[in-house]
Nanobody, 120 residues
Framework: QVQLVESGGGLVQAGGSLRLSCAASGSIRSVDFAGWYRQAPGKQRELVADITSRGRTNYADSVKGRFTISRDNARNTVYLQMNSLKPEDTAVYSC??????????????WGQGTQVTVSS
């Protein structure tokens, strides 16, 4: 089965850094579009950053200059490097990816999410 697993979340002080990973596994031909989202309690889910198969990136204004999304196609993994973290960044971060299987099926998959908590 194809699945996405996020890792790298945790507790960090304001100003610190974390790197989140979103690893896709299974019978995968390619990982195309991928994105990172976050949702804080009582708030709507928002797009943090996304990246195309060619490496084109997009960021929410709130994280521009602080976060960097990247991908390693050989490892079927998407990363989110988060620097200069703020308490406002506290949320559950989840990834999604458009994946084509070895059988040629293309679907969107979601990870389970990883908690990021930034303390003052």
């Amino acid at each position: 089965q194809v699945q996405l697993v996020e890792s790298g979340g945790g507790l960090v002080q304001a100003g610190g850094s974390l790197r989140l990973s979103c690893a896709a596994s299974g019978s995968i031909r390619s990982v195309d579009f991928a994105g990172w989202y976050r949702q804080a309690p009582g708030k709507q889910r928002e797009l943090v950053a996304d990246i195309t198969s060619r490496g084109r990136t997009n960021y929410a204004d709130s994280v521009k200059g602080r976060f960097t999304i990247s991908r390693d196609n050989a490892r079927n993994t998407v990363y989110l490097q988060m620097n200069s973290l703020k308490p406002e960044d506290t949320a559950v971060y989840s990834c999604d990816a458009v994946i084509t299987t070895q059988r040629g099926q293309t679907d969107t998959y979601w990870g389970q999410g990883t908690q990021v908590t930034v303390s003052s």
